[in-house]
């Protein structure tokens, strides 16, 4: 079989997953799956789980691991996910990283890296609570570091921009212990199996970009993809 590239990109809320995403879609022929945007999308469409999601979300607490297992295995056997994905925002805690390398296995594959973007809390803070997002397409403005051009309007297309209802000060702060209390520790996990790439999210977004590019180029070359 030949070599994939199977990568999770995780840090906390607010270091720059889904503006990197955008950046990274265009330069590299692997999907990008976003569960905090596939759970959104369900959100839209009103439907069985998305209803079920939303007021975790809303609080800023992690959806149920057998909700969330379901909608990742079902996706990663996708066509487009065959020779490789990007991960963000999964696996979260412990028991979905070892439901993530149990599925990868049965399929004969493994995770290949994962890439940490490290920003820390006040960051974060500052990031999220000046978020506005579009409403078509979710495409990501900052009022302060990215603005658009019009107030309140998506450079892109044209749609309105609101900030999200887990934006409000007190569930940023809920989501960041969430983040220190379930995600951090798989930091350790990947450590010890020496799949850990650390990236610096408190530099420029152009930056972070270039680095996680680097990243994945060498991995393409050990990897022999
Ligand atoms: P999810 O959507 O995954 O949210 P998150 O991890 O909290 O991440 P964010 O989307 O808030 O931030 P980001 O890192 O993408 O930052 P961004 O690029 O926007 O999850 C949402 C919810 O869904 C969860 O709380 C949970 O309820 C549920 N969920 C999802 N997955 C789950 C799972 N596996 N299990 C259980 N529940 C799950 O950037 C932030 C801001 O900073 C933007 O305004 C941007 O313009 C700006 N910015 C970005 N980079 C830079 C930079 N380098 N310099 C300056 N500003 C920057």
């Known amino acids: 079989m030949a070599a994939q590239l199977n990568l999770i990109l995780f840090g906390p809320p607010g270091a720059g997953k889904g503006t990197q995403a955008e950046r990274l879609c265009d330069d590299f022929q692997l999907p990008f799956i976003s569960t905090g945007d596939m759970l959104r ?4 469409d009103e439907t069985d789980l998305g209803q079920k999601a939303k007021e975790y979300m809303d609080a800023g607490d992690l959806v ?3 909700l969330i297992l379901a909608m990742v295995r079902e996706r990663l056997l996708e066509d487009d996910a065959r020779d490789g994905f990007i991960l963000d925002g999964f696996p979260r805690n412990a028991d979905q990283a070892t439901a993530l390398d149990e599925q990868l296995s049965d399929l004969g ?5 994962a890439l940490l973007i490290d920003v820390p809390d006040e960051e974060v ?3 999220l609570s000046g978020r506005r997002v579009c409403t078509e397409a979710g495409h ?3 009022i302060e570091f990215d603005p658009p051009k019009h107030d309140d309007v ?5 749609s309105e921009l609101i900030q999200r209802d887990d934006d409000k000060p007190e569930v940023i702060e809920h989501r960041l212990g969430v983040y220190h209390e379930k995600t951090q ?3 350790e996990y990947y450590d010890e199996q020496g799949l850990m790439r650390r990236i610096d999210g408190t530099r420029a977004a152009a930056d972070v970009h270039g680095h996680i590019r680097a990243v994945i180029a ?4 050990e990897e022999d993809v």
């Open 125 to 127: 803070i500052r990031r």
């Open 41 to 44: 999308g369900h959100v839209k």
């Open 109 to 113: 594959r493994r995770v290949t890296a």
């Open 154 to 158: 998506c450079d892109q297309d044209g």
């Open 64 to 66: 149920p691991d057998e």
């Open 218 to 221: 060498t991995l393409r070359l």
């Open 140 to 142: 990501n403005y900052h």
């Open 185 to 187: 520790p798989l930091v």
